[in-house]
């Protein structure tokens, strides 16, 4: 099965860190990645900018509106995520339970078989 | 420039439609994917399953917290993405009206943090 591991995190405690307070976090992202190529889950990831980079695009009709920022103004702010395959749910939040994150969402992934044709 | 595409839509909107519609909106997307290679910007791309699913974990003082659903209750739920790889912000924008579900969802992009890697031994 594979899973998105959606990290999510308040931005302004990312910004208040030093530059060792980031190296250190960085480490820790590193030392998870290793995990996860060793454990043959890894399927991918990135990092996001920070969510004041964001743009938000809606489509009406012919009428497309583009907004700065994103969707929804939330406390947390998605900003990375891991791509994994994993045999279980259970495996996926052991997973996230290993990523240095305020909060991660586990989110199936839609197979390729489930989807109509 | 790496751009992620996230697509938020009411997934409520999506229960009551039916199985002729479906099939439409799966051809628009089939049509769009296409169109997305064509372009070459298209890097990866996955639909997420409904957030009844999801799982959120919390790591508090070393105690691992999990609940059931998405971190955040929203009108609208992140229902699946797209990386591209493009010149700027004007083509991703171009790219995220294209979608499906730009007309009835709302589509965020976000920029991606790009890392120097260092040379091996450096």
């Known amino acids: 099965m594979k899973f998105a591991l959606l990290i999510y995190g308040d931005e302004g405690s990312w910004e208040a860190l030093s530059d060792e307070g980031r190296a250190q976090m960085y480490a820790q992202h590193e030392a998870f990645g290793s995990w996860l190529e060793e454990s043959g889950y890894d399927r991918g990831g990135e990092e996001l900018h920070p969510s004041d980079r964001a743009k938000t695009v809606r489509a009406d009709g012919e009428r497309i509106t583009v907004s700065d920022g994103p969707f929804a103004e939330t406390k947390e702010q998605l900003g990375g995520l891991y791509l994994i395959e994993c045999p279980s749910i259970d495996d996926a939040v052991e997973a996230a339970r290993r990523l240095p994150a305020q909060i991660v969402e586990v989110r199936p992934i839609v197979g390729s078989e489930e989807r109509p044709d | ?122």
């Open chain 2, 1 to 122: 420039m790496r751009y992620l595409l996230l697509i938020y839509a009411d997934e409520r909107a999506q229960a009551d439609v039916s199985p002729d519609q479906i099939e439409r909106l799966m051809k628009d997307w089939w049509e769009y994917e296409g169109w997305l290679r064509e372009t070459g910007w298209h890097r990866a791309g996955e639909a997420l399953q409904p957030i009844a699913t999801g799982t959120t974990v919390r790591v508090r003082d070393g105690q691992t917290l999990t609940t059931d659903g998405p971190f955040a209750e929203t009108k609208e739920q992140l229902g699946g993405f797209y990386l591209i790889e493009c010149d700027d912000l004007d083509q991703a924008i171009e790219a995220a009206a294209r979608l499906p579900a730009a007309p009835y969802g709302s589509i965020e992009i976000r920029p991606i943090q790009e890392f120097e890697v260092p040379e091996p031994g450096s």
